[in-house]
């Protein structure tokens, strides 16, 4: 805990967590957990063409990650992150409250990123790689132009940056904004009814995604639709 990992060791993170967790959502879905899912599709069947582009997107943008990796490193190196190796230097509760704050920066910088790139010229020159998938799968949670994978990896060096993160939470929470991403694209609509319970209402989830993607406008957001909802682009599910 009180020493920082090697760059080798946060690229094989990266690689792995977006792999593993694409990879197993991708899995349950079609092969583990058919009889839970079978009627919880939202669209049609996944295509495999579809599914070959999207790898092959994603490629590009986890190479784009690992290059944010590597400035991420030398600006650490230069003294120029506040990334931390001993927890007792910001203490326990700081480590609880970063996630938190994580968490909200990352939801608003996605949703005024996202909204600005569903701008017609922009849409149609970056964006729109991302919204080839109008039946998202696991693996079109990162299927995006080099230019919008630059955009969405410079969050991450912009935060190491800014603000004060212990190096295990901030990879763990790369690892739980790839999981929220692949919920989001999973194309299941894994809680069904539920998804409205309580707070749960005011979570980003597949239906809304996959309303996003099949309408090419509206809900917005990454984790929560708060923001979504404050500025008038929500839009609820996409139901089947
Ligand atoms: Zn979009
Ligand atoms: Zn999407």
Redesign the pocket.
């Known amino acids: 805990m009180n020493e920082t990992p090697s760059v080798a060791q946060y690229i094989l993170w990266y690689v792995l967590s977006y792999a593993l967790i694409a990879g197993a959502a991708y899995l349950a879905t079609t092969r583990f957990l058919t009889r839970f899912f079978a009627d919880r599709r939202l669209r049609g069947a996944a295509d495999p063409t579809q599914i070959r582009a999207e790898i092959a997107r994603s490629t590009v943008a986890i190479l784009v990650y690992v290059g944010m990796t590597f400035l991420t490193a030398f600006l650490y190196f230069r003294g120029h992150t506040r990334i931390y190796a001993v927890v007792a230097e910001y203490g326990w509760f700081w480590y609880a409250a970063s996630f938190f704050v994580f968490v909200a920066l990352h939801d608003t910088y996605f949703y005024w990123t996202h909204r600005w790139m569903h701008l017609p010229g922009i849409l149609r020159r970056f964006h729109g790689a991302?919204?080839a998938?109008v039946d998202?799968t696991p693996f079109?949670?990162h299927?995006f132009h080099f230019v919008e994978a630059v955009i969405q990896a410079t969050f991450f060096v912009a935060v190491a940056v800014l603000v004060p993160f212990h190096w295990s939470a901030f990879l763990l929470l790369y690892a739980y904004s790839t999981a929220v991403?692949v919920y989001?694209?999973v194309g299941y609509d894994v809680l069904g009814r539920h998804r409205d319970c309580g707070p749960l209402a005011y979570f980003n989830h597949p239906s809304s995604?996959a309303w996003?993607?099949a309408h090419g406008e509206g809900n917005y957001g990454l984790y929560f639709n708060l923001w979504d909802r404050a500025m008038g682009t929500y839009r609820g599910h996409l139901d089947q």
């Open positions: 991302h919204h998938s998202p079109t949670a299927s991403n989001g694209h995604h996003h993607h």
